[in-house]
């Protein structure tokens, strides 16, 4: 729907202290700075606000400060400007550009086929909505494998082109290498464990991690792994909750669970799965609170303008722009259109 948004930067221009008019005739305009106003009478104006409730950006001091008052630390994914302006306006201490956004948003089967250009795109997208929260990129599948440095070379790519805070892979002990190389040159790192989504043919699927005394003990083990590799927090993904909280003690380092209990120091969820953002009889884990109900809400908005525009009781007069032509003008403008037309018969 067209909209008229006008932004107007007020900033009185001063010489040696002096107010200025802001008028066109002043000779000395050329010379100071005006006030710059921007009107746009269009549905693509920009979709920024400032923050309601101005905060401090998050940082790595901030999460750990959390992390020491035990405080839970909030996490969500998010995959374009929309999804992290709101997230960012909710008070979200960490957004996270996940490749879960290969299934979400791209429509992918999973998160395999994402590729390295694609989230770097979408990481831009939620860095330029996000001004409060930590942000944190996924290195998709294929870009961190195959030796450290591969994934050192993703890694830069991820914070000086996606423009986010903090790189995020998955692996345990066999990625501390990995891990080190990257924090070692300044970038901060999450670590991701238990059921690692990019990994789930190797795991015969999505199943639970930690269920038996020796898988359990390899999740204590990868943690600490990734912890001395210098990971400063650890998603623990789908794990028992007993197991997940026995883990976070044993750590010095935060745990962010997802589908692992309220043991862990802090809890991530897909956006689009707590929003509700999908038809009906769509499979949801069994970790998955539904926040909201974003499809029936969107259907029934779209119906609604569908039915309307049918109907022709949209636009209505309030949705229009009003005719700046006098009458006369208008009636010799409909003159010279029937002329014009008779002329081309």
């Given at each position: 729907?067209?909209?008229?948004?006008?932004n107007i930067?007020?900033?009185?221009?001063?010489?040696?202290?002096?107010?200025?008019?802001?008028?066109?005739?002043?000779?000395?305009?050329?010379?100071?700075?005006?006030?710059?106003?921007?009107?746009?009478?269009?549905?693509?104006?920009?979709?920024?606000?400032?923050?309601?409730?101005?905060?401090?950006?998050?940082?790595?001091?901030?999460?750990?400060?959390?992390?020491?008052?035990?405080?839970?630390?909030?996490?969500?994914?998010?995959?374009?400007?929309?999804?992290?302006?709101?997230?960012?306006?909710?008070?979200?201490?960490?957004?996270?550009?996940?490749?879960?956004?290969?299934?979400?948003?791209?429509?992918?089967?999973?998160?395999?086929?994402?590729?390295?250009?694609?989230?770097?795109?979408?990481?831009?997208?939620?860095?330029?909505?996000?001004?409060?929260?930590?942000?944190?990129?996924?290195?998709?599948?294929?870009?961190?494998?195959?030796?450290?440095?591969?994934?050192?070379?993703?890694?830069?790519?991820?914070?000086?082109?996606?423009?986010?805070?903090?790189?995020?892979?998955?692996?345990?002990?066999?990625?501390?290498?990995?891990?080190?190389?990257?924090?070692?040159?300044?970038?901060?790192?999450?670590?991701?464990?238990?059921?690692?989504?990019?990994?789930q043919n190797?795991?015969?699927?999505?199943?639970?991690?930690?269920?038996?005394?020796?898988?359990?003990?390899?999740?204590?083990?990868?943690?600490?792994?990734?912890?001395?590799?210098?990971?400063?927090?650890?998603?623990?993904?789908?794990?028992?909750?007993?197991?997940?909280?026995?883990?976070?003690?044993?750590?010095?380092?935060?745990?962010?669970?997802?589908?692992?209990?309220?043991?862990?120091?802090?809890?991530?969820?897909v956006q689009?799965?707590?929003?509700?953002?999908?038809?009906?009889?769509?499979?949801?884990?069994?970790?998955?609170?539904?926040?909201?109900?974003?499809?029936?809400?969107?259907?029934?908005?779209?119906?609604?303008?569908?039915?309307?525009?049918?109907?022709?009781?949209?636009?209505?007069?309030?949705?229009?722009?009003?005719?700046?032509?006098?009458?006369?003008?208008?009636?010799?403008?409909?003159?010279?259109?029937?002329?014009?037309?008779?002329?081309?018969?």
């Open positions: 729907m067209s909209r008229a948004l006008v930067l007020r900033a009185p221009s001063t010489i040696t202290g002096s107010r200025l008019p802001i008028c066109s005739s002043s000779p000395l305009l050329s010379h100071v700075a005006r006030p710059v106003a921007q009107v746009r009478w269009s549905s693509h104006s920009p979709l920024g606000a400032a923050l309601a409730n101005a905060r401090k950006p998050v940082t790595i001091n901030s999460l750990q400060s959390l992390y020491r008052k035990k405080e839970p630390i909030t996490m969500i994914t998010a995959h374009d400007f929309p999804s992290a302006h709101v997230a960012d306006h909710a008070g979200m201490d960490i957004i996270l550009v996940g490749d879960s956004l290969a299934m979400v948003a791209l429509g992918m089967e999973d998160t395999s086929e994402v590729l390295l250009e694609e989230m770097l795109l979408h990481c831009r997208s939620v860095a330029r909505a996000t001004k409060g929260a930590f942000t944190v990129g996924d290195l998709p599948m294929g870009t961190y494998e195959i030796a450290p440095e591969q994934a050192l070379e993703s890694a830069i790519r991820v914070i000086k082109e996606g423009r986010v805070k903090s790189v995020k892979l998955e692996g345990g002990k066999e990625m501390a290498p990995t891990i080190s190389k990257i924090t070692t040159a300044g970038i901060p790192v999450l670590a991701h464990i238990g059921l690692t989504p990019q990994r190797a795991l015969g699927g999505f199943r639970v991690q930690g269920k038996n005394t020796a898988s359990a003990l390899k999740l204590l083990d990868d943690a600490l792994a990734v912890q001395e590799a210098g990971a400063y927090a650890v998603v623990v993904e789908a794990v028992p909750a007993e197991v997940a909280e026995l883990v976070t003690k044993q750590l010095s380092i935060p745990t962010i669970g997802i589908g692992a209990g309220n043991g862990c120091s802090g809890q991530v969820l689009v799965d707590m929003l509700g953002h999908f038809p009906p009889g769509r499979f949801l884990p069994k970790f998955v609170k539904k926040y909201g109900d974003v499809w029936g809400e969107s259907l029934r908005a779209i119906e609604a303008y569908r039915t309307e525009v049918k109907s022709r009781a949209y636009p209505a007069p309030e949705h229009t722009y009003p005719m700046a032509m006098s009458k006369e003008e208008f009636s010799q403008f409909a003159r010279l259109m029937e002329e014009r037309r008779a002329s081309f018969e």
